[in-house]
Each structure stands twice: as structure tokens, then as C-alpha cells.
């Protein structure tokens, strides 16, 4: 049974208000709110319009970073065109800051080998490297 | 007493300490007996198979021998034993058997996302949770398991499943959503379907 209490036990971690207060400013209807901390970012990870979601405050509540998880059926093309042929998207994540949007894709190849790419908006590649 | 009983005491730790020095590598028989269920367990439930278990526990517990020196001690021994067996299962399962999460997880959306979890999820019954996360894809049920009882961190769990830690988040974020979507639709009081019929249905999926 722990197991299952472990799974749907009620997050502990206290958040200060003005920091959970600012996830529906940001993201109104955001459900399933789960925080998590550390050296004072706060991390949110939630159901907003169906789809999942990481939001990373700081302790005054300001939106520091999101990310948002993108069906691989709404990839953007510049993304999807950026990366070779022989790859397969397993995984990509938009990832929002204030200055700029990237993608963080999780891609194999036909042997399974998998890499971690970072695209910027355009599909210009940031990094790439085998998981 | 046999060779290695009187070692029976000694931590998880000290034995992998001993056996890399040289001492006895006889001693990695406490190891293996310590852990052979739990890693046969843990096969098993990725796996479905009790002979493929075996197998893979036999391999995998090879493979953990081979690659003692290897154990730098950042984690627990047993933490390093989990995630390299996870990662054993589900690369087998994602090579052979073409287990493909994007392409499951499309044909099975979750329809509802609850928003009251913590409220009314705390009493479910063992059995029907166990039953359900048998019919969830291999790779949500191994990352509930490595979180919630194998308690490996998120970056663990995506060292051993190759994958980001953001993207193991979200996908732990969806699989407890599934699980409280399959537990409500079978179980839950607004359930019009027979849940065996249901039960059925899910299991082909």
C-alpha cells in the first residue's frame, strides 16, 4: 500500500503564497499543481490546457522559466525540418525564458541510440549530445 | 556457517568496497542473495514474463559484477542496481519488442485530468491499483516505480531510461494522471461500463 500512498500523498513542501499565487496569474486553470524547491526556486509542474507543463519561479513569485510539453503531431515545422531524416522524435519540449524560446528534443536513431538536442526557434541547433 | 554468512552483517556498501579491493570477490554472493528477489521482482513487472525474469536477473546481476568498480558511491548501492536494471528491461523492451511510448501515448490520451487527486485517492484498493498499472504502458509503470518505491531521484530515472529530466517530470506528471483516469473509469462510482468488460478492453490496448 505504500506505494500507492506514496504516489497520491498530498505534496508537503510549503510554498510561500506570493510564489504559488503567481502560477494562475501566469497559467489560469492550471490544475494538479505539484511544488518542488531548491535554493529558492520554486518549481511547478501542472496540467494547463490538457497539456503538461513546468513553471520555475523565484521567491518572490516572478516566472522565471516554462516548459511545455509538445505532441509530436504540433512540432513546429522549423523544428521538425531541422532535425535529419533518419532521426525520430521520442520526446520535445518547448522551453520559454523571457528572452527566448527553445525546443528540447529527445531523438533516436535507427540503432536506439538516443541524443538530447537543443534547437533555438529557428531550428538552429544549441546542442546535441548522446543520452 | 557458509563462506560468506559472517559478511551478512556488513552494509551494501562495505561488501562493494571489499570485493573491488580484492578481499573476496566470494563476497559478492551476499549481494546476490540479498538482491536477487527484488531485482526479479522488478523484471517481472516490466517484463511479464517469469522466465524472461529470471534471465534478465541473471544477466543483470552479472553485468552489476562486471561493473562494480564502476560504483563511485553518489548514490546507494541498491539506487545503482535499480536504475541499471530498469534500464536493462526497458532497452530490451524498446529494441525487441518495439515498445514505442509517443506512438502508445498518442492512441491512449487521457480524456479527463482529474484536479482532486490528493482528496479521494488515498484509500484505493491495492489489488485494483496493482491491476491497472499492469494495462499502462512498461516505461509510465517503470517510472512510478522507480519514484515512488524504488525512490531513485529524477535525474537517476533519466540517466537509466535515457531521457531528460524534464521529460521524465512530465511523463511521471501523466502516468498518476492515468492512473487516477483507469482507477475512476473502472472503479469510480460514475462507472456505467461493467469493469471487467473494460477491464478487458484495456488490456488489448
Known amino acids: ?11 508537503s513542501r510549503s510554498v510561500p503564497k506570493r510564489v504559488s499565487g503567481s502560477l494562475p496569474v501566469h497559467f489560469a486553470g492550471a490544475i494538479g499543481a505539484e511544488w518542488t524547491s531548491n535554493d529558492e526556486i520554486y518549481e ?7 497539456i503538461e507543463k513546468i513553471a520555475r519561479f523565484d ?21 521538425r525540418e531541422a532535425v535529419a531524416a533518419e532521426l525520430e522524435i521520442m520526446n520535445c519540449i518547448a522551453v520559454y525564458t523571457s ?28 546542442l546535441s549530445e548522446q543520452l | 556457517m557458509g563462506r560468506t554468512e559472517s559478511y551478512n552483517s556488513l552494509s551494501d556498501e562495505e561488501l562493494v568496497r571489499k570485493i573491488v579491493q580484492g578481499e573476496d570477490s566470494a563476497l559478492f554472493e ?16 516490466l517484463l511479464h514474463n517469469r522466465e524472461m525474469a529470471e534471465e534478465f536477473t541473471e544477466d543483470i546481476l552479472s553485468r552489476v559484477y562486471e561493473k562494480l568498480s564502476g560504483f563511485r558511491g ?31 501515448n498518442r ?13 479521494d485517492m488515498t484509500e484505493v484498493q491495492y489489488s485494483r491499483m496493482l491491476r491497472i498499472m499492469d494495462i499502462m504502458h512498461a516505461e509510465e509503470r517503470a517510472m512510478l516505480l522507480m519514484k ?10 533519466a540517466a537509466s531510461l535515457r531521457l531528460t529530466e524534464g521529460a521524465v517530470k512530465m511523463r511521471i506528471k501523466r502516468a498518476k494522471a492515468r492512473l487516477v483516469y483507469l482507477y475512476r473509469k473502472l472503479y469510480g462510482n460514475y462507472c456505467v461500463f461493467s469493469s471487467v468488460l473494460l477491464f478487458d478492453r484495456l488490456s488489448s490496448l
Open chain 1, 44 to 50: 511547478a509542474i501542472f496540467y494547463h490546457d490538457d
Open chain 2, 30 to 45: 551476499v549481494l546476490f542473495n540479498r538482491y536477487k528477489g527484488k531485482v526479479l521482482d522488478k523484471c517481472y513487472s
Open chain 2, 148 to 157: 515512488y518505491k524504488d525512490e531513485l531521484s529524477v535525474r537517476q530515472i
Open chain 2, 107 to 119: 492512441q491512449n490520451e487521457i480524456p479527463e485530468i482529474a484536479d482532486d487527486i490528493e482528496e
Open chain 1, 59 to 79: 521567491k518572490e513569485g516572478t516566472l522565471i522559466e516554462y516548459r511545455v510539453n509538445i505532441n509530436p503531431d504540433q512540432i513546429p515545422s522549423p523544428i
Open chain 1, 99 to 126: 528572452e527566448k524560446l527553445n525546443y528540447e528534443l529527445i531523438v533516436r536513431d535507427r540503432k536506439f541510440v538516443r541524443y538530447l538536442l537543443m534547437l533555438d526557434s529557428l531550428g538552429n541547433s544549441l
Open chain 2, 74 to 104: 553518489s548514490s546507494s548501492f541498491s539506487s545503482w542496481l535499480y536504475s541499471i536494471t530498469y534500464n536493462y528491461c526497458i532497452d530490451y523492451l524498446r529494441e525487441k519488442k518495439k515498445l514505442h511510448y509517443p506512438e502508445w
Open chain 1, 1 to 11: 500500500m505504500d506505494l500507492f500512498r506514496s504516489i497520491f500523498s498530498p505534496f
